[in-house]
């Protein structure tokens, strides 16, 4: 028994150091005010976006980093609802479950969802809730970028058209920067829910940083104080 046990032992350990990398538990953590994420959302599509800081181009690797995402009110996002019966037979959808009729229905609201992701079919397109699309671009100390010294331009792509946007904005760490345009900033600025599933990116709750050449930004704090990953 105990041969087979230190047999059992050696191989696993050449098994995990082989095929597993076998995690040590230690982490390398840098603070938020290391980073800026910067994002564009648009009603108007957008083709394609390129971010730039004095002059350098940032986030034009070939990652998921800078791709394109859409926000809309999707029908195929629904939440439970809890119906007290009023007869024996169960409503089409629903569930009998301790007495309550539990039925799954759609609430309104924007969703963010990848390319890959979104149907439009899906999206309940009204006044309210209109089909944003948008890129994301996160800036970190990876980056070769000297942040609360640069300033944000971006180049904007759209129906074979180029927006070219120069801003008087020194992009600080530690926040994420909304750039919309001017046009679409009010019904942007009305949500009081959060359209992009981030608790620190409200749109009601921004700060406005001025609007340059036809698109407006706006900033608020990152609310995680460090991230961390695995050495």
């Given at each position: 028994?105990?041969?087979?046990?230190?047999?059992?032992?050696?191989?696993?350990t050449?098994?995990?150091?082989?095929?597993?990398?076998?995690?040590?538990?230690e982490?390398?953590?840098?603070?938020?005010?290391?980073?800026?994420?910067?994002?564009?959302?648009?009603?108007?599509?957008?083709?394609s976006?390129?971010?730039?800081?004095?002059?350098?181009?940032?986030?034009?690797?070939?990652?998921?980093?800078?791709?394109k995402?859409?926000?809309?009110?999707?029908?195929?996002?629904?939440?439970?609802?809890?119906?007290?019966?009023?007869?024996?037979s169960?409503?089409?959808?629903?569930?009998?479950?301790?007495?309550?009729?539990?039925?799954?229905?759609?609430?309104?609201?924007?969703?963010?969802?990848?390319?890959?992701?979104?149907?439009?079919?899906?999206?309940?397109?009204?006044?309210?809730?209109?089909?944003?699309?948008?890129?994301f671009?996160?800036?970190?100390?990876?980056?070769?970028?000297?942040?609360?010294?640069?300033?944000?331009?971006?180049?904007?792509?759209?129906?074979?058209?180029?927006?070219?946007?120069?801003?008087d904005?020194?992009?600080?760490?530690?926040?994420?920067?909304?750039?919309?345009?001017?046009?679409?900033?009010?019904?942007?600025?009305?949500?009081?829910?959060?359209?992009?599933?981030?608790?620190d990116n409200?749109?009601?709750?921004?700060?406005?940083?001025?609007?340059?050449?036809?698109?407006?930004?706006?900033?608020?704090?990152?609310?995680?104080?460090?991230f961390?990953y695995?050495?």
């Amino acid at each position: 028994m105990q041969k087979l046990s230190i047999i059992s032992l050696v191989l696993t350990t050449a098994f995990c150091g082989l095929f597993c990398g076998c995690y040590d538990g230690e982490m390398e953590c840098y603070d938020s005010n290391q980073y800026v994420f910067l994002r564009i959302v648009s009603i108007t599509n957008i083709d394609s976006v390129h971010f730039i800081l004095n002059d350098q181009r940032v986030c034009n690797k070939e990652t998921s980093i800078n791709q394109k995402w859409f926000l809309c009110n999707d029908s195929t996002k629904k939440v439970p609802v809890y119906i007290q019966p009023s007869s024996d037979s169960v409503p089409s959808g629903c569930e009998l479950r301790a007495g309550l009729w539990i039925c799954m229905e759609h609430n309104d609201g924007l969703r963010r969802l990848q390319s890959f992701e979104y149907n439009p079919d899906n999206c309940v397109v009204s006044q309210a809730y209109p089909i944003w699309n948008g890129f994301f671009c996160e800036v970190g100390p990876f980056d070769d970028v000297e942040l609360g010294k640069s300033k944000l331009s971006l180049q904007v792509f759209s129906d074979e058209k180029e927006v070219r946007i120069e801003t008087d904005y020194v992009v600080a760490g530690g926040y994420n920067v909304n750039i919309i345009p001017e046009q679409d900033s009010s019904m942007w600025f009305s949500y009081k829910n959060n359209p992009l599933d981030l608790i620190d990116n409200v749109p009601d709750r921004t700060t406005r940083n001025g609007c340059y050449d036809g698109y407006c930004v706006a900033t608020l704090p990152i609310v995680k104080e460090k991230f961390c990953y695995d050495k």
